[in-house]
């Protein structure tokens, strides 16, 4: 049904004109475009052209917030850097809350921490706490959108480890409260709290849990389709597969996690063609996992790794980064090659020290 009422919006708007109301029209399509068709140049002009209206009809900055959350959370990644939609988010955060859009700047402001903590900044507790400060005292708070954010400040803990609070809910408290509302939210919850437990699981090289959580995860690409949780579940949906495969002993199982893995790989490289910036420095590391499971020599591994690292610095990935260099310094591990081996895993503890991972760290530095 969403689909086509984008296009009878789309229709009614270029049968009655352009005015404020018509920035719905322009971004919804751009919403299907930039995900579910696979078009995001084209998600992007539509974008822009909501924006066009937003600087020139009179009426339409009353529609600022709700075109920022959709235009930032759920076309603009797909091309652009993801960092880039930070401020764009912020400014529609308070364009809603100056008009009384409490909705869309609750859609700012979660979208805003998801790109925050995906982006590589220094993990904060304290702008996510912030964000949950500013929900429940301004913005008529709801559940689910508190819920969202308790994910990604559950995430950061685990990660700096941070010991939770009293009555403060795990992912699983997170799951059930959720299941306890409506299927599509608690199906959209589900998705975007198993993302993120397969990234922790992939930072720990818990790669077992990780395995079995992947089996038990609903397509997140179905689910969520356009905002950027489905891009990075894509990536680590295909590194943990190759691990998966790297681990099997029968042939018949490792083939089907490689097939698994391909598949992910081939979405990806099919973003990066369309114009993602966001994940170049992704394939690189998948690249280097698959070279390694296919046998392949010593030097092309180490190429891989040397690229993804390299893009993941210049397009400032701290953390990905880091798993890229932890990855490098357990392949020279393998082969004991020493010098290379320490000399990536310093790296990985650079990289995980500056991100303020302090929970990797320790774990680094005690397995030395």
Known sequence: ?????????????????????SCDAFTTFGILLSGPFGKPQQGREMAKAAELILSTKPGASRMQSRSANVIQGFINHWTMPLRETLTPLLEGYKAGRSSGDFESAKLCLGFRVVHTFHAGYHLNTDLIAEAINLHINFLHPDITTELWLQIYLLAIKKLCNIELEENEKDFDGILQTTSEGQAMS??????????IQLELYAFFGDWEEATSLLLTTSDVRAVLQSPYPAVRYTFFEGLICIKAAQSSVGKMDSWKWKRRALKSMKYIRRWIKLGNVNIIHCLHLLEAELTLLNGKNEKTVEDFYKSAIDIAAKNQFIQDEALSNELASSYFGSLNNVSRRDYYLGNAIRCYSEWGATAKVEQLNQAE
């Open 186 to 195: 608690s199906l959209t919850m589900q998705c975007y709290t198993n993302t």
């Open 1 to 21: 049904m969403f689909p086509l009422l984008i296009f009878e919006i789309m229709n009614i708007t270029l049968e009655f004109g352009i005015n404020a109301s």
